[in-house]
């Protein structure tokens, strides 16, 4: 699944968003293709993890209750 992310996101210039709003469609259709889109934070493409970035900008601003249950609170 990350794999496909990567191929949406890969290329291009480095500030355009490319098919990153694609990708926020993607995942808010599917919740279960989150996780997905976590693992390719690892991606070794640097423009590839900052577009995952602003890819969960713009699912958060949508379902910010998805990306609670993954942030780890210090304590």
Not at 15 to 38: I, K, M, P, Y
Not at 40 to 50: G, H, I, K, Q
Not at 55 to 73: D, M, N, R, S, Y
């Amino acid at each position: 699944m990350p794999e496909q992310f990567v191929e949406m996101l890969k290329g291009g210039h480095p500030n355009s968003l490319v098919r990153t709003e694609e990708v926020v469609r993607v995942v808010l259709a599917d919740h279960a293709r989150l996780e997905g889109l976590f693992a390719t934070m690892a991606d070794p493409d640097e423009v590839v993890r900052l577009r995952v970035g602003d890819a969960f900008e713009g699912i958060c601003c949508e379902k910010p209750g998805w990306l609670v249950e993954h942030v780890k609170v210090p304590g």
